[in-house]
């Protein structure tokens, strides 16, 4: 894998179909629990006259495409044996979701839905929920003023505009036109039936607008498919259609697949089979059997930044339309399929990320350094780098209750979940391991808790704490909930197996020079500005708007990587350059033994 450093890339990975698929939409979708893999529809064998949904997408206006005249996705949804009462829930869409803003459908919400029954036209009411204050997410909600009869159509125009994230970091889901390939995640164009009632979804293309050799492609599958399960799912999935790049070359029926707009900076032909090869790998450590097909969905960014998102049975990677490495891509794409199999714990989004991210963190690097597809040098770096990421993070003692409200305002509160959550992990391994001469490890911990989700039972923090209890004696208890108030993790010297030992150094802590809620403002105006910092020594002022959103999480990663701010004064636009640093702290990292071969370093 490329070796030289990206500076604008940011790695941001969210397992939104678990989100999602927590929601019950026709309420007030608050989370529930999430599960190991939200893929899995519920049977349709307990329902044998599930009611029907089919949807059908017309990407348009492809060739034409302008600034007053965007592309765009005609969406048509038909639904049959679905009764619907006047002033009920009837369809939903999210408005911000991961706090990515969806498309908004005119201003008055109904404009550009029209529904239709056998009666004939259908009225709509739209009752939106209050935004929600953590920006994770929050839906749209319409009702039909008279009881539905017979087959209901519902029809809209999705325009395809390049929407650049406010806060520089979130999931790239936008409806987006890259060349002639559209692309976009289910949340933020697609409207569907309010209920968590499963359908039998047929999701159909119609590309007769399209360029010649144009495939479509979503997370169930190539072309044209049927999918049992919750309309829910049609929300978490991604979408992607045109003349885009494929693997295997028939992809149609194959349990793994890749799809990618033009000319991405890495060889799609030696990167692609490299990732089926750890799917494979984690299917078998994760003890799956015939599962789903899974899909890899790729595409360039025409900002700075990127990263991925896990989905539902398909994850994908985003990148800076710029870059001509990827650095890390091998740790991103492992990361993002790793989320299917590793899951969650209920609660509030954000809230229980640190199992989410930092359990996935955790197995992230372990399984394919056990398959040999990757080596102790990559698995160690990226160790280091959470390492170095987290000792250098001024509220690395933040208590996890207080992550949701400043996620989406704060890069190093979106990281911590990451890496406090990956070091806990590590010293739980360590101390499992060595309390059992080697019997046991993380890995039957992880197991046990997937064991009763998979059972239906509901798995939260605390849940956790009685298995970790259970194994080490109530003072790995007492750790578990003061890692949650915020206490510092140091894994032993041997937590990452016989090829590592610890070794302490300095570094200076990130330091962004201002209130980092000033870059999800409108507009961002700098404030909170840090006197003395390396910010107001570069020239940075009180009040000077930030013109561009900014990808700090790259920079948040490399203590020796500088911040470029496009700032304007009293109208006059100029670039700030500085090193976001302040003060030297302790950090711990791993460095390799000599003389320990390669074949025991894997646990």
Same mark, same amino acid.
């Given at each position: 894998m490329p070796a030289n450093a990206n500076k604008s890339r940011h790695h941001h990975g969210l397992r939104l179909a678990a989100l999602v698929a927590s929601l019950t939409l026709?309420?007030?979708?608050?989370?529930?629990?999430e599960t190991r893999d939200a893929a899995t529809?519920?049977?349709?064998?307990?329902?044998?006259?599930?009611?029907?949904?089919?949807?059908?997408l017309a990407p348009g206006g492809i060739q034409t495409a302008s600034d007053n005249q965007p592309a765009y996705i005609d969406v048509t949804l038909e639904m049959a044996g679905l009764p619907v009462e006047a002033n009920t829930p009837f369809l939903t869409s999210p408005a911000i979701f991961a706090g990515v803003e969806a498309v908004a459908y005119g201003e008055d919400g109904i404009a550009d839905i029209s529904v239709q029954d056998d009666a004939g036209p259908v009225p709509l009411v739209r009752a939106d929920e209050d935004p929600d204050p953590t920006n994770f997410l929050y839906w749209r909600h319409w009702q039909a003023e008279r009881d539905l009869e017979g087959v209901v159509t519902v029809t809209y125009r999705a325009p395809i505009d390049l929407v650049i994230p406010q806060l520089g970091a979130g999931p790239p889901f936008d409806l987006r036109l890259n060349d002639e390939i559209v692309s976009g995640a289910g949340n933020t164009f697609l409207v569907v039936p309010a209920t968590p009632r499963p359908f039998m979804v047929n999701l159909d293309?119609?590309?007769?607008?399209?360029?010649?050799? /144009?495939i479509g492609a979503s997370s169930?599958?190539?072309?044209?498919?049927?999918?049992?399960?919750? *309309?829910?799912? !049609?929300? %978490?999935?991604?979408?992607?259609?045109?003349?885009?790049?494929?693997f295997p070359d028939e992809a149609g029926n194959h349990p793994y697949r890749a799809y990618w707009t033009d000319n991405p900076p890495f060889d799609p032909d030696t990167v692609m089979p490299w990732a089926e090869l750890v799917?494979?790998?984690?299917?078998?450590?994760?003890?799956?059997?015939n599962p789903e097909p899974y899909t890899f969905f790729a595409r360039a960014n025409p900002y700075?930044?990127?990263?991925?998102?896990?989905?539902?049975?398909?994850?994908?990677?985003?990148?800076?339309?710029?870059?001509?490495?990827?650095?890390?891509?091998?740790?991103?794409?492992?990361?993002?399929?790793?989320?299917?199999?590793?899951?969650?714990?209920?609660?509030?989004?954000?809230?229980? /990320?640190?199992?989410?991210?930092?359990?996935?963190?955790?197995?992230?690097?372990?399984?394919?350094? *056990?398959?040999? !597809?990757? %080596?102790?040098?990559?698995?160690?770096?990226?160790?280091?780098?959470h390492a170095v990421r987290y000792y250098t993070n001024a509220i690395n003692d933040l208590p996890n209750d207080q992550i949701p409200g400043l996620f989406w305002s704060d890069t190093r509160v979106r990281s911590l979940p990451y890496d406090r959550g990956s070091l806990y992990f590590a010293t739980v391994d360590a101390e499992v391991r060595a309390a059992s001469d080697g019997a046991r490890s993380m890995n039957d911990l992880f197991f046990e808790l997937d064991g009763m989700r998979n059972a239906g039972t509901p798995v939260t923090a605390e849940t956790w704490a009685d298995?970790?209890?259970?194994?080490?004696?109530?003072?790995?208890?007492?750790?578990?909930?003061?890692?949650?108030?915020?206490?510092?993790?140091?894994?032993?010297?041997d937590a990452y197996g016989p090829c590592f030992d610890r070794v302490e150094t300095q570094s200076r802590v990130f330091e962004l020079g201002f209130d980092p809620a000033s870059l999800v403002a409108r507009p961002r105006l700098v404030s909170g500005l840090v006197a003395g910092s390396n910010a107001e020594a570069a020239g940075l002022r009180?009040?000077?708007?930030?013109?561009?959103?900014?990808?700090?999480?790259?920079?948040?990663?490399?203590?020796?990587?500088?911040?470029?701010?496009?700032?304007?004064?009293?109208?006059?636009?100029?670039?700030l350059d500085y090193l976001p640093r302040g003060e030297a702290v302790t950090v711990y990292t791993w460095e390799r033994i000599p003389g320990v071969e390669d074949a025991a370093c894997p646990l």
């Amino acid at each position: 894998m490329p070796a030289n450093a990206n500076k604008s890339r940011h790695h941001h990975g969210l397992r939104l179909a678990a989100l999602v698929a927590s929601l019950t939409l026709a309420a007030a979708c608050t989370p529930a629990e999430e599960t190991r893999d939200a893929a899995t529809p519920a049977p349709a064998a307990t329902s044998p006259a599930l009611p029907q949904l089919h949807v059908t997408l017309a990407p348009g206006g492809i060739q034409t495409a302008s600034d007053n005249q965007p592309a765009y996705i005609d969406v048509t949804l038909e639904m049959a044996g679905l009764p619907v009462e006047a002033n009920t829930p009837f369809l939903t869409s999210p408005a911000i979701f991961a706090g990515v803003e969806a498309v908004a459908y005119g201003e008055d919400g109904i404009a550009d839905i029209s529904v239709q029954d056998d009666a004939g036209p259908v009225p709509l009411v739209r009752a939106d929920e209050d935004p929600d204050p953590t920006n994770f997410l929050y839906w749209r909600h319409w009702q039909a003023e008279r009881d539905l009869e017979g087959v209901v159509t519902v029809t809209y125009r999705a325009p395809i505009d390049l929407v650049i994230p406010q806060l520089g970091a979130g999931p790239p889901f936008d409806l987006r036109l890259n060349d002639e390939i559209v692309s976009g995640a289910g949340n933020t164009f697609l409207v569907v039936p309010a209920t968590p009632r499963p359908f039998m979804v047929n999701l159909d293309w119609d590309l007769s607008a399209m360029p010649e050799g /144009s495939i479509g492609a979503s997370s169930f599958g190539e072309g044209s498919v049927m999918t049992p399960g919750p *309309a829910s799912r !049609l929300v %978490t999935a991604y979408y992607m259609a045109g003349p885009m790049g494929h693997f295997p070359d028939e992809a149609g029926n194959h349990p793994y697949r890749a799809y990618w707009t033009d000319n991405p900076p890495f060889d799609p032909d030696t990167v692609m089979p490299w990732a089926e090869l750890v799917y494979e790998a984690q299917l078998d450590f994760f003890g799956t059997e015939n599962p789903e097909p899974y899909t890899f969905f790729a595409r360039a960014n025409p900002y700075p930044g990127g990263g991925g998102a896990g989905l539902i049975n398909s994850f994908m990677l985003s990148y800076a339309e710029d870059t001509e490495e990827l650095d890390g891509i091998n740790i991103t794409i492992i990361h993002e399929m790793s989320h299917k199999w590793v899951g969650g714990v209920s609660g509030q989004p954000g809230a229980t /990320s640190w199992f989410s991210e930092g359990a996935n963190v955790f197995f992230t690097r372990r399984v394919p350094l *056990a398959a040999g !597809l990757m %080596t102790p040098e990559q698995y160690i770096a990226d160790v280091n780098k959470h390492a170095v990421r987290y000792y250098t993070n001024a509220i690395n003692d933040l208590p996890n209750d207080q992550i949701p409200g400043l996620f989406w305002s704060d890069t190093r509160v979106r990281s911590l979940p990451y890496d406090r959550g990956s070091l806990y992990f590590a010293t739980v391994d360590a101390e499992v391991r060595a309390a059992s001469d080697g019997a046991r490890s993380m890995n039957d911990l992880f197991f046990e808790l997937d064991g009763m989700r998979n059972a239906g039972t509901p798995v939260t923090a605390e849940t956790w704490a009685d298995i970790v209890a259970a194994e080490l004696g109530e003072p790995a208890r007492e750790d578990f909930w003061a890692m949650m108030d915020g206490a510092l993790q140091v894994p032993p010297a041997d937590a990452y197996g016989p090829c590592f030992d610890r070794v302490e150094t300095q570094s200076r802590v990130f330091e962004l020079g201002f209130d980092p809620a000033s870059l999800v403002a409108r507009p961002r105006l700098v404030s909170g500005l840090v006197a003395g910092s390396n910010a107001e020594a570069a020239g940075l002022r009180e009040g000077d708007e930030i013109l561009q959103s900014v990808a700090l999480e790259g920079v948040q990663s490399d203590d020796t990587s500088t911040l470029s701010l496009s700032v304007r004064r009293d109208g006059r636009d100029f670039t700030l350059d500085y090193l976001p640093r302040g003060e030297a702290v302790t950090v711990y990292t791993w460095e390799r033994i000599p003389g320990v071969e390669d074949a025991a370093c894997p646990l």
